[in-house]
C-alpha cells in the first residue's frame, strides 16, 4: 500500500510527529531539570528549579498521551509491534515519570525526607530520559517482524547504539533544562544554569553527531538517504542548519542571553528529528512497514480528525495560557 504526500496517512503521520515534538521539548525541559537536580545547592536553589516548572511540568504530559493514543488508533499495526519490542523500555519509564511525579509532589509536604524525594525526582527524570532515547534507538535499528508481529526477543532493545541513543536524549533534556533554568532564573542561579548548559550544549552535539555518524553504517538504507543523489540535496539542508543553529546557541551562552538559548535548543531538537525523519521516511517501523502498511482504515482516520480538529487547539489555548500567566523570572519566595 502506498501513498502521497497529500494523503489522510501523511496528515496523521505529521500529527503524531508533532505530538511526540511537543512532548519532547516539554517534557524533555522537566526531565532535564530533574536530571541536573544534584547539582544545585540544596535549599532555594533546588526550590527555584522546582517552581519554574511547578505550574506546567503535568500539562505538558498531556502530549504524551496523545502521541501514544494517536500512534495506537491512527496506526494499531505499528502499536502492536513496537510495545511488545520494547516493553521493558516502557515500563521503566512509566515508572521513572510515577516516581519523578510523587517526589515532585511530596518533597514539599514531606520535608523531613526531602532528601530522599530529591533523590527519586533526579532517580525518576533520568531513567524515564534514558528509556526513551533508547526506545528510539530500539526502533531506528530496526524491529524483526514476521507475519506482521514482532518476531525479536526480549533484549532485542539493549545494544552499544540503544545506549548511545539514550545518552543523547539524556544530554539534550539537560540541555533543554539548564537554558530554561537560565531565561527562568536570575543572579547566582543563572549564572550556575548557563555553565550547565553549555557543559549539556557540547555533550549533546558529540552525541546528536555520533548517533548521526552510527546511523550510516547501522543501514544502508539509510546510508543510501544521506550519501548517494538525489536524496542527498533533499537532505542537506538539515545537518547544515542544525550546524548553524548550534553555533548559535554556543555564542547566546557565551553572553547574558536569558531566552535564546531555550529557543535555540528547541530549534536543535526540531533539526534533529527532522533528521530522523529524512532517515527512516516513509517507514514508521524500520525496516519494513510503512505509514500505509500500519494505517488505520480511512473511515476510522476521518472520524479521529475531526477529535483532533476540535481537541488540538483546545489543548494548544490551555498550553499557551499556563505560560503566558507564569511568564516571567521566578521569585525567591516559596510556592508550588
Keep these: 500500500m502506498t501513498g502521497s504526500f497529500g494523503d489522510l496517512t501523511t496528515i496523521w503521520a505529521f500529527i503524531i510527529a508533532f505530538a511526540v515534538f511537543a512532548y519532547v521539548v516539554m517534557d524533555g525541559f522537566d526531565l532535564g531539570i530533574g536530571i541536573l537536580f544534584p ?35 491512527a496506526f494499531p499495526l505499528a502499536y502492536a509491534v513496537i510495545l511488545p519490542a520494547t516493553y521493558p523500555l516502557i515500563t521503566a519509564m512509566l515508572l521513572g515519570l510515577v516516581f519523578r511525579g510523587v517526589a515532585f509532589e511530596y518533597r514539599w509536604r514531606d520535608p523531613n525526607h526531602r532528601r530522599y524525594w530529591d533523590a527519586a525526582f533526579t532517580g525518576g527524570s533520568l531513567v524515564a530520559a534514558m528509556a ?37 536524549t539524556v544530554a539534550g533534556y539537560a540541555l533543554l533544562g539548564a537554558t530554561w533554568l537560565v531565561w527562568k532564573l536570575d543572579g547566582e542561579s543563572q549564572d550556575h544554569a548557563r555553565t550547565l548548559a553549555k557543559r549539556a550544549a557540547w555533550a549533546t552535539l558529540v552525541l546528536m553527531a555520533g548517533v548521526s555518524l552510527y546511523n550510516v553504517f547501522l543501514n544502508a538504507d539509510y546510508a543510501a538517504r544521506w550519501l548517494t543523489a538525489p536524496e542527498i540535496y533533499f537532505a542537506a539542508p538539515v545537518p547544515i542548519l542544525t550546524g548553524l543553529i548550534a553555533v548559535a546557541l554556543l555564542r547566546a551562552l557565551s553572553v547574558a542571553r536569558h531566552s535564546k538559548p531555550f529557543w535555540l535548543s528547541i530549534a536543535l531538537f526540531f533539526f534533529g528529528m527532522a533528521g530522523l525523519g529524512v532517515t527512516i521516511w516513509p517507514n514508521v517501523v524500520p525496516p519494513g512497514i510503512t505509514i500505509w502498511d500500519a494505517a488505520a482504515p480511512e473511515r476510522s482516520q476521518i472520524f479521529m480528525l475531526i477529535g483532533v480538529a476540535i481537541t488540538m487547539p483546545l489543548i494548544l489555548a490551555y498550553t499557551a495560557w499556563a505560560y503566558w500567566v507564569f511568564r516571567g523570572k521566578v521569585g525567591h519566595e516559596g510556592y508550588h
Design 132 to 168: 526513551q532515547g533508547m526506545t528510539l534507538g530500539a526502533l531506528l535499528q530496526g524491529i524483526e517482524v514476521v507475519d506482521r508481529a514482532y518476531a525479536g526477543s526480549w533484549f532485542d532493545w539493549f545494544t552499544p547504539y540503544t545506549l548511545l541513543t539514550g545518552l543523547g
Design 39 to 73: 547539582t544545585f545547592e540544596v535549599g532555594p536553589e533546588r526550590d527555584r528549579a522546582m517552581n519554574s516548572i511547578a505550574p506546567v511540568w503535568d500539562g505538558n504530559e498531556t502530549w504524551l498521551v496523545l502521541g501514544g493514543g494517536g500512534l495506537f488508533a
